[in-house]
T-cell receptor, first 115, second 111 residues
Framework: DGGITQSPKYLFRKEGQNVTLSCEQN?????MYWYRQDPGQGLRLIYY???????QKGDIAEGYSVSREKKESFPLTVTSAQKNPTAFYLC??????????????FGPGTRLTVL | QKEVEQNSGPLSVPEGAIASLNCTYS??????FFWYRQYSGKSPELIMS????GDKEDGRFTAQLNKASQYVSLLIRDSQPSDSATYLC???????????FGKGTKLSVKP
């Protein structure tokens, strides 16, 4: 089955901890994205990557970090510098970045709660 | 700041009726537009994409685009209770090629 997987589904973080959210895709897509969704809010872009070993900050990158060592994987680390990390985190991928037909497909999401 | 605006709803329609969801956007150079459906607690699912002015039909869904008015809509014919969800409008911005999402319209289809 082709698709995007995210783990864990639920994650609890204590104050001062860094946590890493996993995102894997087997769609052979070049571009991958991380979004954050808060209740009643639209999706906000955290980071995106067009190719391996390259990534760009989105609108709300502060307190987050990413890596793209493999085409299939785009993990997101929520650092202790992120003051309000409780949210629903969504990973997405598309064939490429910026093309007219840039259809993005989403993984099932990780719900992060700060204790 | 490029924006995508949607009525938050809730929009309530009876079963079998047509649901009409609307979206306006500020980026005049945008060329690609998408509708996602998001059930409560789940991730967004792409249901329609439209790139040219006019209508695009897929089953019970019709997307309508008017670039001159910077307006895109989604019609759902013969609405079913299973269509009850939040519908997100997304616009591909012209400069960096990223999607800008509206906050979504919550649709409720009453049996």
């Amino acid at each position: 089955d082709g698709g995007i997987t995210q783990s864990p589904k639920y994650l609890f973080r204590k104050e001062g901890q860094n946590v890493t959210l996993s995102c894997e895709q087997n769609l052979n897509h070049d571009a991958m994205y991380w979004y954050r969704q808060d209740p009643g809010q639209g999706l906000r872009l955290i980071y995106y990557s067009q190719i391996v070993n390259d990534f760009q900050k989105g609108d709300i990158a502060e307190g987050y970090s990413v890596s793209r060592e493999k085409k299939e994987s785009f993990p997101l680390t929520v650092t202790s510098a992120q003051k309000n990390p409780t949210a629903f985190y969504l990973c997405a991928s598309s064939i490429d970045l910026g093309g007219t037909y840039n259809e993005q497909f989403f993984g099932p999401g990780t719900r992060l709660t700060v204790l | 700041q490029k924006e995508v605006e949607q009525n938050s709803g809730p929009l309530s329609v009876p079963e079998g009726a047509i649901a009409s969801l609307n979206c306006t956007y500020s980026d005049r150079v945008s060329q690609s537009f998408f509708w996602y459906r998001q059930y409560s607690g789940k991730s967004p699912e792409l249901i329609m994409s439209i790139y040219s002015n006019g209508d695009k039909e897929d089953g019970r869904f019709t997307a309508q685009l008017n670039k001159a008015s910077q307006y895109v809509s989604l019609l759902i014919r013969d609405s079913q209770p299973s269509d009850s969800a939040t519908y997100l409008c997304a616009v591909l911005e012209g400069s960096q090629g990223n999607l800008i999402f509206g906050k979504g319209t919550k649709l409720s289809v009453k049996p």
